[in-house]
C-alpha cells in the first residue's frame, strides 16, 4: 500500500474502528482478492464490531497495492459514503479546521508545507480561509444569509453521515434530522437550524464536510464568493 494510502487510514482510523461494517466489507473483499477466505473468518471472529475493523485495517494495510481502492469501494458498497469521502486523495480533508495563523496563510496564498495535500481550488481555499476567521456569530449570519440557497441544493443525508463519522453529530440527531422531514429542503431547513444552536469549531466541521462531499460550492457560497 501506498505510503499516502497508510497516512490516510491513520489519520482517520478512529472514524474507520467506529463506523465500518466488517462483517459485509470482507465478503467484498473476499470477492476482490484483497482477502484470503482464511483472513476473513479471522476477523470476523473478534468479539465486537471495533475490534473487527480493528483487525481488517490492520490486515489491509499488509495487502497489496490494490487494497486501498478495494476498501474505499468496500464502504461505498456498504453504504459508507461518508467514511470512503473520508478516504479520497483528491479531497480537502483535515483533522481540523482550527489551524494556526501560518496555516491560514498557506491555505489562503497557494503556499506553504500543505500545498499538494490539501489541493481546494482556489475560491474553495480563500473560502476557508475567510470562514476560518469569523467568530461564532458571523459565522452564523453567513451561514442564515445563504439559508434559501442552503435548503434548496444542500444533500443533507451525506453531510450528516460525514458529521457523524467525524464525531462532531451522534446519531441519533442525524435520524431526527433526516426522518423527520419529508422532503429534502426540509432535511436541509433542520441541519441549518442544528448547526445555529452549535459553536464555532462545529460549524467549521460542517464546512469541511462540504468539501468532503464535494459541495464546496456552498461553502464559497456562505463565504461570498462563487466557486470554480
Request: charged letters at 25%; a negative charge; aromatic letters at 6%.
Amino acid at each position: 500500500m501506498k505510503e499516502e494510502h497508510l497516512d490516510l487510514l491513520d489519520t482517520h482510523r478512529f472514524e474507520l474502528v467506529a463506523k465500518m461494517d466488517p462483517d459485509d466489507m470482507v465478503d467484498f473483499l473476499i470477492s476482490a482478492k484483497v482477502l484470503t477466505q482464511r483472513q476473513a473468518k479471522d476477523i470476523t471472529s473478534k468479539p465486537d464490531t471495533k475490534t473487527k475493523n480493528r483487525a481488517l485495517l490492520d490486515q489491509l494495510r499488509e495487502s497489496g497495492e490494490n487494497a486501498f481502492e478495494a476498501l474505499v469501494e468496500a464502504l461505498t458498497k456498504t453504504d459508507r459514503h461518508a467514511l470512503a469521502k473520508l478516504l479520497s486523495v483528491e479531497d480537502p480533508i483535515a483533522p481540523s479546521l482550527v489551524k494556526t495563523d501560518s496555516d491560514r496563510d498557506g491555505a489562503a496564498t497557494g503556499s506553504g508545507s500543505d500545498v499538494g495535500k490539501k489541493p481546494f481550488f482556489t475560491n474553495e481555499a480563500a473560502a476557508l480561509n475567510k470562514l476560518q476567521n469569523l467568530n461564532t456569530t458571523q459565522l452564523k449570519d453567513a451561514l442564515n444569509r445563504q439559508l434559501f440557497e442552503i435548503c434548496r441544493s444542500l444533500m443533507a443525508q451525506e453531510l450528516c453521515s460525514y458529521l457523524v463519522a467525524y464525531g462532531t453529530m451522534t446519531d441519533y440527531n442525524r435520524q431526527v434530522i433526516l426522518t423527520a422531514s419529508r422532503t429534502q429542503y426540509e432535511q436541509n431547513q433542520e441541519l441549518c437550524s442544528y448547526l445555529n444552536k452549535k459553536d464555532k469549531s462545529e460549524i467549521l466541521h460542517f464546512i469541511d464536510g462540504l468539501l468532503a462531499t464535494g459541495q464546496g460550492n456552498i461553502a464559497c457560497l456562505i463565504a461570498g464568493f462563487k466557486s470554480q
